[in-house]
Structures are given as C-alpha cells and as structure tokens.
Nanobody, 119 residues
Framework: QVQLVESGGGLVQAGGSLRVSCAAS????????MHWYRQAPGKQRELVAT???????NYADSVKGRFTISRDNAKNTVYLEMNSLKPEDTAVYYC?????????????WGQGTQVTVSS
C-alpha cells in the first residue's frame, strides 16, 4: 500500500507562482512513475505532468514552459512548480502514482489540493 498526501495549494493572483508537493509513504520501494492531474469544476480530470522513476518528464501542452515537475527520491516527494499561473489553471490538483507490488502494478491517488488563480 502507498499513501499520497498533497500539500501547498492555495490562492494566487494571475501571473504568480505556487508549488504543490506530494509526499509518498508506505510501500514506496515499488514506486514507479508519478504524475500530477487536475480537475476543474465541470471538467474531466486531465494529466498535467509526469516524471518517471528515472527522471524523464512530460507535460501537457497547456502547461509546457510554465510548470516543472521534479522528484526528490530521498524524501519520497514529487513537486509541481507552477509559474505564470492563469485563471484557467484553477483546479483541484491530484497526485497519482503507480507501484509495483508483487506481480501487480497498482494505482494510487492522493486526496487533492485546491489551486485557485484569481484574475
């Protein structure tokens, strides 16, 4: 079992910056890729950024050049640094990870953290 706990959300003005964190605990030795998703009111949850266990990153087109995902394996934490924030970035941000447990690859979600960007 893996537990994911997000923190760092809040209210920021457009053009500002915010960093959200996701701390993993439990059976973390099997952690694979980690991801940030977001879900705005009335919209589907969408993938924002991914970082593999080897450090390879990938971003949604809408956040490329503004958001940076990083990973501190010593702290079992993944970060999402968000710059040049726009009102359309307002959403609940969720951490998602997969972990190898025996012969299975299991998915885990955090509880989410609200990010609100005011215009």
């Amino acid at each position: 079992q893996v537990q994911l706990v997000e923190s760092g959300g809040g209210l920021v003005q457009a053009g500002g910056s915010l960093r959200v964190s996701c701390a993993a605990s439990g059976s973390i030795l099997g952690l694979n890729s980690m991801h940030w998703y977001r879900q705005a009111p009335g919209k589907q949850r969408e993938l924002v950024a991914t970082i593999t266990s080897g450090g390879t990153t990938n971003y949604a087109d809408s956040v490329k050049g503004r958001f940076t995902i990083s990973r501190d394996n010593a702290k079992n934490t993944v970060y999402l640094e968000m710059n040049s924030l726009k009102p359309e970035d307002t959403a609940v941000y969720y951490c998602y990870a997969t972990a190898v447990e025996g012969a299975l690859l299991k998915p885990y979600w955090g509880q989410g953290t609200q990010v609100t960007v005011s215009s």
